[in-house]
């Protein structure tokens, strides 16, 4: 069974708003990292968080976890058109080598 | 910046034959990922490999095999292609520290079975 799953599979908005997307996951783990890929495309690295943090930041990304909750959110501020793709969150396993990624959130900003 | 290069973007094969699907990358990665990623079920690790001629099955390695004979190159290959083989296949690396390093991912092959 997968990792990691986000919530919800799909968003809608508009340029300027706030985007969150949600990460949950079943087991211990390492790190959380988010991906992001654009249409056709590979993934791309944005942010990883340690499972020892809570909250941390890259430019207009916000990632938090909530190891308690099993948990993990993405927040993109004054969003943007660009900014249209699917999210991915990768959970590592506490002693394992895999990365284990979800379905992704895919996120459209419409202008 | 780490570059990962797929030899190809779109690839038509038949049932039956067999496929290579080829992976470069630039930046003397130890590890090496090969996954598929379909609709709906995210992205699934075929096989891995952790250094040269050293191979891990992943998740779905049925009907597929790998060849690292080279650390910047890792082979997948679609021993008797299948019309549920058709997918995005993508290949990424990783420095050898590991789970706390991201993955760099190259554009993917979508890859279409007749």
Excluded at chain 1, 22 to 27: D, L, V
Excluded at chain 1, 30 to 54: C, D, F, K, T
Excluded at chain 2, 75 to 93: F, K, V
Aim: proline share 2%; with cysteine; charged share 25%.
């Amino acid at each position: 069974s997968q990792q990691g799953e986000e919530d919800p599979q799909a968003l809608s908005i508009q340029e300027g708003e706030n985007a969150t997307m949600n990460c949950s996951y079943k087991t211990s783990i390492n790190n959380l990292q988010w991906y992001r890929q654009n249409s056709g495309r590979g993934l791309v690295h944005l942010i990883l968080i340690r499972s020892n943090e809570r909250e941390k930041h890259s430019g207009r990304l916000r990632v938090t976890l909530d190891t308690s909750k099993k948990s993990s959110s993405l927040l993109i501020t004054a969003s943007r058109a660009a900014d249209t793709a699917s999210y991915f969150c990768a959970t590592g396993a506490t002693g394992g080598f895999k990365t284990i990624f979800g379905a992704g959130t895919r996120l459209f900003v419409k202008a | 910046d780490v570059k990962v290069t797929q030899s190809s973007r779109y690839l038509v094969k038949r049932t039956g034959e067999k496929v290579f699907l080829e992976c470069v990358q630039d930046m003397d990665h130890e590890n090496m990922f090969w996954y598929r990623q379909d609709p709906g079920l995210g992205l699934r690790l075929i096989y891995f490999s952790y250094d040269v001629k050293m191979k891990e099955k992943g998740d779905i390695p049925e009907g597929y095999s790998v060849s690292r004979e080279k650390k910047e190159r890792f082979s997948l290959i679609l021993e008797s292609a299948s019309t549920n083989q058709t997918s995005m296949y993508l290949c990424a690396s990783r420095d050898k520290q590991g789970l706390r390093q991201p993955q760099h991912f190259g554009d993917g092959t979508r890859l279409s079975i007749l």
